[in-house]
Structures are given as C-alpha cells and as structure tokens.
C-alpha cells in the first residue's frame, strides 16, 4: 500500500525547498548586482550575468534531454546543489581579496558553473518529480517562485540592517550570500529527507518495476517477431 504524508504537506514542502535550492542561486547573483557594479565600475554586470549563466545553462539541457537518465537522481541533485553552495560562499570573498580582473574572470567563471549544475539540477529534479503524484512537480515549480521571494527578501533585511555606505554594502553583501549559502543546504537536507522516505522508496520501487515490466514487454515482442514459426503462422 502507498504510505501516507503524517501531515499531508510534509512531502510536498520538502519538494517545494528543493525548488527553491534550484534557481535561488542566479537570483541571489543578479539581486546582489548593486556589490558588483561597486566592486567592478563601468561594466555591466546584468548583461555579462546573462550571457555567461544562460549559454551553458542551455548546452547541459540539451545534454541532459538526450543523457540524462543515465545520471541517477541523487547525484544529479545533491551534486549541484553543493557546488552551489560553494559557490555563493566563494565568490564575495574572492571578490574582495583579488585583483579586480581577477576576480572579475572568476566570478563569471563561478556564474558560468551556476548555469551548468542549474540545468542539471533542472533535468533531474522534474524527472525525479514525474515519478511522483501531479502535484509534486507543482510543489517543485513553487519553490522556483519561493526563490525569488526569499531572495528579494534577505537582500532587503541585510541591507536595511547596515549603513548606506560602502562598508554597510560589503558587510551585508557578505551576510546576504552566506545566508543564501546556508538556505541550500536546507534544500540539500530536505532532499535526502525526501529521498530516503518511505513515501518515496515506494514511488521509486514503482517505478523500477515499471521498467522491468516494460522491457521485458519488449524483449517479448522482439522475440515474437523473430520467430519463424510466428512468421510462418501469421
């Protein structure tokens, strides 16, 4: 028998902050663009934001339409929500510490990264959602609105907190991505909260069956049409 949410929600609010764990990332890079534009005048950084985040965030989603399912879901979400996580603690601190150029290729680098394990992270957490119940891809597609929100959020907390200035703006700059650092890891426990349910062992054991049973259809059927006695019947 399918096991029952204790609460009805739990299930599907773990799903929703994994939702958040996916795009919060590039929202907390294109809301902290005050910090970079401080740190490097006279370059757009919204425009170079797009470019480096959106081209490979589309070549791994190619990639991962044709390959995808030969990446199992587990790795192919907690790795990149961990190299996300690294990410928003890596970039304002290198970004203080190094040479303006420097930490300049190497926060595009960290976006261009961000992309990547983004689009991965897309494939596989709706294709491990399809397993599920209609409304856990739905709960899926709220956390990716949530992100927004909490994003918007944090940012305007941090930045009331401290003075106007520039000491005020790094300060809260530093707090608003650690901050967002430790919100995917939250997303990252739920996963693993959610993943090693009963709730979900069931599903994913229902759908291993599913396969077995639909390749076994299959190799049924191909060894039918080869038979030359079912040839020579039909």
């Not at 990547?116 to 597609?141: D, E, H, V, W």
């Not at 956390?143 to 941090?158: K, N, P, S, Y």
Request: net charge neutral; hydrophobic share 50%.
């Amino acid at each position: 028998p399918e096991p029952k949410d204790p609460l009805g929600f739990t299930y599907y609010l773990m799903l929703l902050m994994v939702g958040v764990g996916l795009l919060l990332p590039w929202n907390t890079f294109i809301t902290a663009v005050d910090l970079f534009t401080h740190l490097y005048p006279g370059i757009n950084m919204e425009f170079l934001f797009a470019i480096f985040y959106n081209a490979p965030n589309f070549v791994i989603l190619m990639v991962m339409i044709k390959w995808g399912h030969k990446i199992p879901y587990t790795i192919g979400i907690i790795v990149p929500l961990a190299i996300s996580t690294v990410i928003l603690v890596i970039v304002p601190i290198q970004a203080l510490l190094l040479p303006m150029y420097a930490s300049l290729g190497l926060t595009l680098l960290c976006v261009s990264i961000t992309g990547t394990s983004t689009g991965i992270l897309f494939a596989a957490t709706f294709g491990m959602a399809a397993l599920f119940p209609g409304r856990y891809t739905q709960s899926l597609m709220s956390g990716i609105g949530v992100a927004g929100i909490i994003v918007a959020a944090i940012r305007i907390l941090t930045k009331l907190a401290l003075p106007a200035n520039t000491e005020g703006l790094i300060i809260s700059s530093l707090i608003y991505f650690a901050i967002a650092a430790f919100v995917v890891l939250i997303a990252i426990l739920c996963f693993f909260i959610f993943r090693y349910s009963p709730y979900a062992r069931y599903y994913f054991r229902r759908a291993a069956r599913t396969v077995e049973y639909d390749e076994s259809e299959i190799l049924y059927n191909d060894s039918n049409n080869n038979d030359p006695d079912n040839k020579e019947r039909s």
